[in-house]
């Protein structure tokens, strides 16, 4: 080392690395708070006085039309595919009467429970259910063990069993992970005020809305018709409810 | 005890060959689970409809078998049976070697491995799974610590109560075990309350099974009175299992929604039937059951009935977990259905390859656990009995 004065000292070199370096580290934070601040504005925080659900109308699903299944993957980016191991996250179902033979056919995707079996069993807390009542996968903590999958009684979650490519921005998705419908949240977040099912039905067959709130078109129509839950005696208290079953 | 008196044999060399097969099957085990998480689950058997396969059948045999084989350890450490007394400590080894070689395999098939930490950190109290990794982790701190008062002698004093306590966990645990499958309310199934006792006999059974098998291998002599205190205890738990199996089935078929399910199970159910009554009632209980009830029962007929309830273990898991899965979900319970994502379908399943490997490659974690734990302990009174 040299003898040499040197015209900073090291003590305020070093001063002047810490503060450049707590500049540097703790400036991005605080804007990412200002920026989540900002997100969160009165009004748009998501809400238990809102419960978002379907009501299906079973008697006006058509024989033959698929058109919210392919509605759905198109907006959330699914292949489409029906191997066993493709995800599905809205199927149509074909139904004959036992009895009669009476035909008809209806949509069944994950039916939003107010009391999730696969959010009970979920060891990570992956699978969850929003203040509004959506029922969700958190990408970034779900382990695939699949234990909800198990769990659930409408047989809605698929795994992801190969690599994907081409995601939509909004439908975050990955291999090893467990997905399902979404109530297509994003759309909801963004104002949209529907599914991409509901909007795709050329008969109106599935309609959108808030369960909480009585004037909404949903409520009313609830309040007007008799409507099921599948899997009613498990008690789960579905948020997509059928009528015409 | 002298230090010639090592486990697994004499020769070093024996002990290396025993490492060098036990590291290569666990090797392969792990080269297929990286081709499982490489390319996704697509190259194995599971699917949307069977989602745990055989893995999920090895894992479970392994931990139930896990707090089974500590039958010997609470024998000897809590009952006082002095017969069973110099094995304790290898029913302890054997313990701490199947949870890991099980815990292993479960890790492995998860869908994303690399997340297991995450486990750790994000706690759903709610979740049996989640209780099942304190279960699972407390078992390890259990039985270790049963071990370290077992092979220290100035700690010995405590070993009756670290056998309580082990033998507690255990009951725990495989109760935790069985929940898992009885709180799935939806499947025709498993929605039941006799499941958590079913899984303590078969754990009881299965690890009995493990450790006559395991002191088989060990070497050495066992005296006459341990043989027909083992045969008996083998006899007995494995009609248990068979018992409570009738039981569970039994009401299954009282409840008329569940009838369809059983006759699946029991009748028409393809190949599930097949390995139900052939693989795990005729071979794996009523032919152990037989071997070990006559009178000139010898040492290998032990070794006979307890490696056939170890295939029969394997059948009645094959058939609970996946069979279990294939019989599908009975959504629209008036209705016939079909659909895109084979709703009312029997769902169609073969075991891969790769399942298959990363299923023996926790045999062989455990295998090698042992091995190496009879080989650094001295754990295993090997020529004991010849001695005394």
């Keep these: 080392m040299s003898d040499r004065e040197t015209p900073v000292s090291r003590r305020t070199l070093l001063a002047g690395a810490a503060a450049a370096l707590a500049g540097v580290t703790l400036a991005p934070g605080i804007r990412l708070i200002e920026v989540a601040q900002a997100a969160a504005e009165p009004g748009k925080a998501v809400s238990s006085k809102v419960r978002w659900g379907l009501l299906i109308d079973v008697g006006r699903c058509v024989e033959g039309c698929n058109e919210c299944v392919l509605a759905c993957n198109r907006e959330n980016g699914l292949e489409g595919g029906t191997r066993p191991t493709d995800s599905q996250w809205i199927r149509i179902v074909e139904l004959k009467d036992r009895r009669t033979g ?41 382990i695939g063990c699949r234990y909800c999958m198990m769990a659930c009684p409408y047989k809605a979650r698929s795994f992801v069993h190969e690599p994907l490519t081409q995601q939509k921005p909004d439908v975050p998705r990955g291999k090893g992970c467990v997905e399902s419908c979404n109530l297509c949240v994003h759309k909801i977040d963004r104002g949209d005020g529907t599914t991409a099912c509901a909007e795709a039905c050329p008969t109106r067959a599935i309609l959108f809305g808030d369960l909480n709130d009585p004037q909404s078109a949903i409520s009313r129509r609830i309040s007007e018709v008799r409507t099921t839950q599948l899997r009613a005696d498990l008690g789960l208290d579905t948020g997509v409810r059928y009528t015409g079953l | 005890m002298m230090a010639a008196t090592l ?61 089974g084989v500590l039958n010997i350890a609470s024998m000897a450490s809590v009952f006082g049976q002095a017969h069973y007394k110099p094995w304790s400590r290898l029913s302890g080894v054997l313990s701490v070697a199947m949870l890991a070689g099980g815990l292993m395999v479960l890790m492995l098939d998860l869908g994303r491995p690399e997340r297991m930490v995450v486990a750790a950190t994000h706690y759903n109290p709610t979740s049996v799974f989640a209780w099942n990794v304190l279960l699972y982790s407390g078992m390890f701190a259990a039985v270790l610590v049963y071990l370290w ?3 220290e002698r100035r700690m010995n004093r405590y070993a009756k109560a670290a056998g309580v306590a082990v033998l507690i966990w255990r009951f725990v645990l495989t109760t935790g075990t069985g929940l898992i499958f009885a709180f799935l309310v939806a499947r025709q199934a498993y929605a039941s309350a006799v499941l958590p006792p079913l899984f303590i006999v078969m754990s009881l059974a299965w690890g009995m099974a493990v450790f006559v098998l395991a002191r088989a291998a060990v070497g050495g002599e066992t005296d006459a009175d341990l043989l027909r205190r083992m045969r008996n205890l083998l006899g007995l738990l494995v009609a248990l299992v068979l018992y409570f199996m009738a039981v569970y089935h039994l009401t299954n078929l009282y409840f008329a929604k569940q009838t369809a399910f059983e006759r699946f199970i029991l ?7 097949w390995i139900f009554w052939i693989g795990y009632v005729l071979i794996g209980s009523i032919v152990p059951m037989v071997l070990v009830s006559r009178a000139t029962a010898t040492a290998r007929t032990l070794r006979v009935a307890a490696a056939l309830t170890i295939v029969g273990a394997f059948a009645a898991l094959y058939v609970f977990i996946i069979g279990g899965q294939a019989f599908p ?22 075991p891969s390859v790769p399942e298959v490997l990363l299923g023996l490659g926790g045999v062989a974690a455990a295998f090698l656990i042992s091995v190496v734990g009879m080989q650094v302990f001295d754990i295993v009174p090997a020529r004991a009995v010849e001695a005394d």
């Design chain 2, 7 to 67: 486990p697994v044999d004499r020769s070093e060399r024996r002990f290396w060959w025993l490492v060098a097969g036990g590291g290569l099957l666990l090797a392969i085990g792990l080269g297929a689970a990286w081709y499982m998480e490489h390319h996704g689950h697509i190259v194995t058997g599971m699917s949307n409809e069977v989602v745990w396969g055989t893995p999920h059948v090895f894992a479970i045999f392994l931990i139930v078998a896990a707090s």
């Design chain 2, 267 to 273: 009748l028409d159910g393809g190949a599930y039937p």
């Design chain 2, 149 to 151: 008062m077992q092979l």
């Design chain 2, 329 to 350: 979900l009975e959504i629209f319970p008036d209705y016939e259905v079909t659909s895109s994502f084979r709703d009312g379908a029997i769902a169609a399943y073969a």
């Design chain 1, 102 to 142: 009476r035909k008809a056919q209806a949509p069944v995707m994950c039916q939003h429970c107010a009391n999730p079996p696969c959010v009970d069993v979920c060891p990570t807390g992956a699978s969850f259910k929003r203040a509004d009542g959506i029922v969700l996968v958190d990408r970034h903590t779900c």
